[in-house]
């Protein structure tokens, strides 16, 4: 059974930063592709970051060059550094596989930003 648990969020000015943790339990393998995710109010999750098991990663355009995607397959933990945010990055960010695996979701993480 995986188990994916995410902490980090909070409320930033705009221009802040944020560094989100996923911690995995279970099953999940080094080779696994692993993404973050994000909803915001009114609006379909989507795509933010992904990153395979070699370390190449992929962004969406919108956050392309102020997030960094990163993962210790050790721990297992994934992690995503957010830089220079703005306000229309406020949402609930997750965690998952890509593709996703619809039971793998967990509660997600808050980030507020303020203008």
Known sequence: QVQLVE????LVQAGGSLRLSCAASGRIFSTNTMAWYRQAPGKQREL???ITGG???NYAASVKGRFTISRDNAAPMVYLQMNSLKPEDTAV????TFPVQPNYWGQGTQVTVSS
């Open 55 to 57: 370390g190449s990663t």
């Open 7 to 10: 902490s980090g969020g909070g």
């Open 93 to 96: 960010y997750y965690c998952n």
């Open 48 to 50: 933010v970051a992904l």
